[in-house]
């Protein structure tokens, strides 16, 4: 009896019908990495010997009875048979593993090549989310500690200048292809409006910039050290709000640098109102021809320093200039002696000049871009109304 429950064991062991001894039972963790597909395959296969395994048992079982009173040769090969079956179900589970280890390998693979991918990925938006965070400390009014904006240029991979420039283009759609002209800039927001920060490391020299910039209208705010950044932003966009870029006219960039005084005069309009009405009120009473003749004169002889000198900037005879300041002499009195009551006095019509050059030049930018939208875009009346005018 004992030799047939032997038998009967290692037949179900062999065909996998009963578990193998602790020490002959495979790795616990290969067995634990299988995959739910191989463990269905594994399953289909033995189902296929189900019907064979139940006739070996039945066969087992006989020949046991008959192994009590037969020789000891029979019970030898037996064993024998049941050792060879061991060896290939252990190949089989050799191949196996190897095939497990082999798609485990092939799936870390994989996974290593896509957390590259995506590191490559967190990369670009880490510099780019330092590059925005060094934009808005750059031009925050706060001071910012030398040692945070190091530590916000390296991020970013921008090297700190020692002076920068702001550029402000002529519409938001143009930022981007500012950008790729101009080397090493940063791109953020100001004051609801995309700008450009630009090194400038040699102050006095604009011409690299000028050529980058050549054939597209942009404002160009003055160089500044990096603590006054939001100075320069604030600059370009007020001239660029005081020089808007007129159509049909060569594009090209204009610099805070060319016009200090007229940002001066005009940056608080209300103020350059109350400078104007404060100087010029001796000319209120005068018709409007008789008041813009005499400022357009008196401005003439102020910036000249004489009659003849006025005259040739006006293109008019010495005797007419030497006229009409008589005339403002009777305004003013003696106040076109005194040197304070002459430098009040061409700053209030430097301004006002200034402030109407800006309207004419609003005005025509206007006009010019009514007519072309009036040009594209016919109206449905005028052209109904021609066709029953038989035009």
């Not at 020490?23 to 399953?43: F, K, L, R, T, Y």
């Not at 967190?122 to 190091?150: N, W």
């Amino acid at each position: 009896m004992l030799f047939r429950q032997r038998v009967e064991e290692a037949l179900l062991t062999v065909l996998g019908y009963q578990e193998q001894p602790r020490e002959q039972a495979p790795d616990e963790h290969d067995e634990q990495a299988e995959s739910e597909d191989e463990i269905e395959n594994q399953v289909k296969i033995q189902s296929q010997f189900d019907s064979k395994v139940e006739h070996e048992i039945e066969v087992g079982i006989a020949a046991g009875h008959e192994c009590e009173v037969t020789h000891e040769g029979r019970h030898e090969g037996l064993r024998e048979e049941t050792r060879d079956q061991g060896l290939r179900g252990g190949r089989l589970r050799e191949v196996r593993n190897e095939g497990l280890r082999e798609a485990r390998h092939a799936g870390l693979r994989e996974a290593r090549q896509e957390s590259r991918h995506e590191a490559r990925h967190e990369g670009v938006r880490e510099i780019d989310r330092a590059r925005h965070d060094l934009f808005k400390t750059l031009t925050d009014d706060r001071d910012a500690s030398e040692m945070s904006l190091s530590e916000l240029a390296e991020a970013a991979g921008w090297p700190l200048p020692l002076a920068v420039r702001a550029v402000v283009p002529a519409t938001p759609g143009e930022t981007q292809q500012l950008a790729a002209v101009l080397d090493h800039c940063l791109v953020g927001m100001f004051a609801g409006r995309p700008c450009l920060l630009v090194p400038s490391p040699e102050p006095d020299n604009r011409a690299p910039l000028e050529h980058l910039l050549r054939g597209r209208f942009a404002a160009v705010g003055h160089a500044v050290p990096l603590r006054d950044t939001a100075s320069s932003l604030r600059w370009a966009l007020r001239l660029a709000a005081l020089t808007p870029a007129r159509p049909g006219v060569e594009a090209r960039p204009v610099f805070v640098d060319d016009h200090l005084s007229t940002l001066l005069l005009l940056q608080d309009e209300p103020l350059a109102h109350a400078l104007a009405a404060r100087w010029l009120r001796p000319l209120a009473d005068l018709t409007p021809r008789q008041s813009e003749r005499l400022e357009v004169t008196l401005l003439a002889w102020l910036e000249g320093g004489g009659a003849p000198e006025a005259a040739k900037a006006l293109s008019v005879h010495p005797q007419t200039v030497r006229y009409r300041m008589r005339q403002l002499e009777k305004l003013f009195g003696t106040g076109l002696r005194d040197p304070r009551t002459r430098f009040e006095l061409e700053m209030a019509l430097r301004s006002r000049r200034l402030m109407a050059q800006v309207r004419r030049q609003h005005s025509r930018v206007g006009r010019r871009a009514a007519r072309v939208i009036q040009a594209d875009f016919t109206p449905v009346v005028v052209g109904r109304m021609a066709r029953v005018n038989g035009l």
